[in-house]
């Protein structure tokens, strides 16, 4: 016997009941673990009823349609409960139920063959259906657009003829539209778009009626609410309904996908229905049914389907008032109107999500209720709204003792925006007034907060949320949307007054805005693993820069600063992270980066000297921005031991002071970007002899060469030249044995020749190169060896080499060999 045969019955209902709790592949796997023996196959069977037609696997699902309908055609075959003969015409035609060879459903068949004994009769799965949900859309062939459906079928003749029959036309949901409403003047015209709610409707009603005293959850077709209120008081275990909003395409007058419609006669009778159908089964069934739901509305506007987005929680409270009362564990723009109107007396303690809400109906009070909290995202939120958290986190400090979080919450009105004059419009609120003593009361556990579209106002809002929740903290995502006029500045992180030692991921992106970090936020953060943290900063001066203070990030594997936060960034911070993935520091850019004039750069870093303030005169940045520094920024040594950083990528003034021996402490670099290209070309590299060793090496009797052993792609833009050529071959073949793809842009005193030359000696491993150079002329092809690739698909002869070579976006090929002179 397996294993698993050798638990408690217990223990298996219990591991199979969580398989179908949290696996959308339930039914696939249950039906496979009745394969494995007769007696997990008994213990398995309910369980599988439960799931076979349960609305989690079939109306959220669309891939799930081909196999419900084949589902329902198998359970009314297999059925000793229902007779063919009984099954509508309409349902017995779409379902070709004298011709089921090819359409049988796989579940039904493998619980069918492992039904153990030759004495065996075949299951009637029907019997043990309580669960009937199908998709609404389950048997529409037809798209939204009048195209049939991928896999799909156009109708027979046999069907079509039935269609336009009498006995269809009699039966059909047109009968009941009022005719002011119908926009049609021939109801034939409809009978196609309609064929496909009728079979649906009678296809719930065939796998329902067998077993109305035992269903717990079933779809119900609006169009069809009579027929079920006829026989409420057989659906006594029923709790969950799910409503599908199937009612008439064409009925423009009932508003389905037609904006501004008031008079909803066909809607209103059947919603008059519904209500009438529930207030009866609470009657007779007090407390028994506890949900009801419904779908979208399928409509067809000039003769196409489309969506309305009606639902039946927003139209109508009387239904919701009958059932018990709602416990959401998360609460979303999806099911908030059905929260709305009980807000006040809902409970909310075992919230765990609140998301995507507007902020205008997240107020202190409804948060302050949801003690579960652990998630919270939207747009924005209103000022204040976590001041109750503060609050609570200072008497809860000052019960135990610890002093009393810092009054950071701002005043109505109040925005720590960078002024003109310098100062802060920070305003702190008095201290709370004395409570009651704090209790066992836990603070609330929020863990992750998303703002997507955050004016700088709610700066105050989110220094709240880092203090009150500091412990409980992991992720914290902002993105602010600036305003049309002058780029403004934000005082990011001031107003955090304690440690977050749990932040795992911190992204803040400031769009149209500068984003000045409070020098201690990454201090503030030691266990972070991503950072992301950008702006719109282009161009600068150095007395600008805030530097940071130099922060102990020993888990991060990601870091991308872009803007004023990675000027500030405090280089010592790189010599704890060993865990270093992914380093990105750039600024904003267009084709050209903004770098300081040389000589403000270098005295911002303490490097002054008079041969700067020689050469500093008429020497102007990319936009002739230049004042005399005021901050002396850390010197960055290039000399970090970074084992595992596998990107690495720099603009801007990082990629002009960029040095290579730092590739010696980053043996599992893969990808270099460096891009320092700047408008008027003031900013030049020489990369020399001394670049290609490790310090202090070269005059040693075997210096040591920087060999970065993995890099692969390697991307330079700007004035970078070469010593010598013999520089360039060493540069490519030897620091960078692994190379495949480069990309040279702007280089300086490097022609194709150079590259030719080098592809045939050293850099011969280099798969793919990228030079943006003029095309060479066809003598200067003769002479270099070299010509445009003919065609995509030509194959190289053995006298060429394999090397891919991109000039101005077109492919060369280039000969091993070569007659002619550079």
């Keep these: 016997m397996d294993p698993l045969s050798r638990l408690p019955v217990e223990c298996l209902e219990h591991i199979i009941r969580c398989i179908g709790t949290h696996s959308r592949e339930s039914v696939r796997i249950l039906t496979r673990l009745r394969l494995v023996n007769r007696h997990l196959s008994l213990v398995v069977f309910p369980f599988l009823m439960e799931d076979l037609l349960r609305m989690n ?198 508003g389905y996908g037609w904006s501004g419609t008031k008079d909803r006669p066909c809607r209103d009778k059947a919603m008059r229905g519904l209500v009438q159908f529930v207030k009866d089964h609470h009657q007779l069934f007090p407390g028994r049914l506890k949900t009801v739901t419904s779908s979208d509305s399928p409509a067809m506007a000039s003769g196409r389907w489309c969506d309305s987005t009606d639902s039946i929680e927003t139209d109508n409270l009387e239904i919701q008032r009958m059932l018990p009362p709602y416990q959401p564990r998360s609460i979303t723009n999806l099911n908030w109107p059905r929260i709305a109107p009980f807000l006040e007396v809902i409970d909310l303690s075992i919230v765990h999500e609140v998301w995507d809400l507007e902020p205008s109906v997240v107020s202190q009070g409804f948060l302050q209720r949801c003690r579960s909290l652990s998630r919270f995202g939207g747009q924005s939120v209103v000022r204040g709204c976590f001041d109750w958290a503060v609050q609570e986190k200072q008497e809860l400090e000052a019960s135990l003792g610890q002093g009393v979080v810092g009054n950071l919450v701002l005043a109505a009105g109040s925005s720590p925006v960078h002024n003109p004059d310098g100062i802060s419009s920070t305003t702190a609120l008095p201290p709370p007034p004395p409570k009651a003593a704090f209790g066992t009361r836990q603070m609330v556990p929020l863990a992750k907060v998303s703002l997507y579209n955050c004016d700088i106002d709610t700066i105050s809002d989110i220094d709240a949320i880092a203090t009150a929740f500091s412990d409980t903290l992991e992720s914290l995502f902002i993105r602010f949307q600036g305003d049309r006029g002058p780029i403004r500045t934000i005082l990011f992180g001031q107003g955090w007054t304690a440690d977050l030692t749990r932040l795992r991921r911190l992204e803040i992106h400031a769009q149209g805005c500068r984003l000045t970090l409070d020098s201690s936020l990454l201090v503030q953060c030691p266990n972070l693993v991503e950072v992301e943290i950008t702006d719109s900063t282009r161009a600068y001066t150095c007395e600008e820069i805030v530097p940071h203070h130099p922060a102990s990030l020993r888990r991060v594997d990601e870091l991308e600063l872009r803007g004023l936060a990675a000027l500030g960034f405090h280089p010592d911070t790189l010599k704890s992270t060993q865990n270093l993935k992914v380093l990105t520091l750039l600024l904003k850019q267009s084709k050209c980066c903004f770098i300081p004039p040389v000589a403000e750069l270098r005295r911002s870093y303490g490097l002054f000297s008079a041969e700067d303030k020689d050469t500093s005169n008429g020497d102007e940045g990319d936009d002739d921005i230049s004042s005399p520094p005021f901050v002396i920024r850390p010197r960055w040594t290039w000399d970090w031991q970074l084992p595992v950083l596998t990107t690495l990528r720099l603009n801007s003034e990082f990629a002009y002071l960029f040095e290579f021996k730092m590739l010696h402490g980053c043996p599992a670099l893969e990808t270099l970007s460096l891009h320092m290209r700047t408008t008027f070309g003031r900013h030049t590299r020489v990369i020399t002899q001394a670049d290609l060793f490790v310090p202090g090496a070269e005059g040693e009797s075997t210096p040591e060469r920087i060999v970065a052993p993995n890099l692969w792609k390697l991307y330079m833009n700007g004035h970078w030249s070469f010593e010598d050529p013999a520089v360039l071959n060493q540069f490519i073949g030897n620091m960078f044995p692994r190379l495949s793809q480069m990309s040279a842009r702007a280089w300086d005193g490097v022609t194709l020749g150079s590259f030719v030359e080098l592809f045939r000696t050293t850099g011969g491993h280099v798969k793919s190169t990228t030079i943006f150079v003029p095309p060479p002329s066809a003598d200067e092809e003769f002479k270099l060896g070299m010509y445009p690739l003919p065609h995509a698909n030509y194959r190289r002869g053995d006298d060429e080499l394999p090397n891919q070579l991109f000039i101005s976006g077109r492919e060369y090929i280039v000969r091993k060999e070569v007659t002619g002179a550079y």
């Design 57 to 254: 696997h079939n109306i959220h699902h669309p891939y799930s349609v081909p196999r419900s309908r084949a589902r329902v055609q198998s359970l009314l075959l297999n059925s000793d409960t229902i007779s063919v003969s009984d099954l509508h015409p309409a349902l017995a035609l779409e379902l070709d139920i004298h011709n089921t060879s090819s359409t049988t459903d796989a579940t039904i068949a493998t619980i069918n063959a492992t039904t153990s004994g030759s004495d065996q009769l075949q299951i009637d799965c029907l019997r043990h259906i309580r669960n009937v949900n199908l998709n609404k859309h389950t048997f529409s062939r037809y798209s939204t657009y009048g195209y049939l459906t991928s896999g799909q079928q156009a109708y027979s003749a046999e069907i079509m003829k039935y269609i336009h029959s009498p006995e269809f036309m009699s039966i059909c949901p047109l009968v009941d539209i009022d005719p002011a409403c119908s926009l049609h003047s021939d109801p034939k015209s409809l009978a196609v778009a309609l064929i496909p709610i009728v079979v649906y409707r009678e296809a719930i009603w065939a796998l329902a009626s067998p077993n109305l005293d035992q269903l717990v959850s079933l779809s119900i077709p609006l169009s069809d609410i009579r027929r079920y209120h006829d026989i409420v008081a057989r659906l006594g275990k029923l709790e969950f309904i799910h409503v599908a909003v199937d009612l008439y395409p064409g009925c423009g007058r009932c």
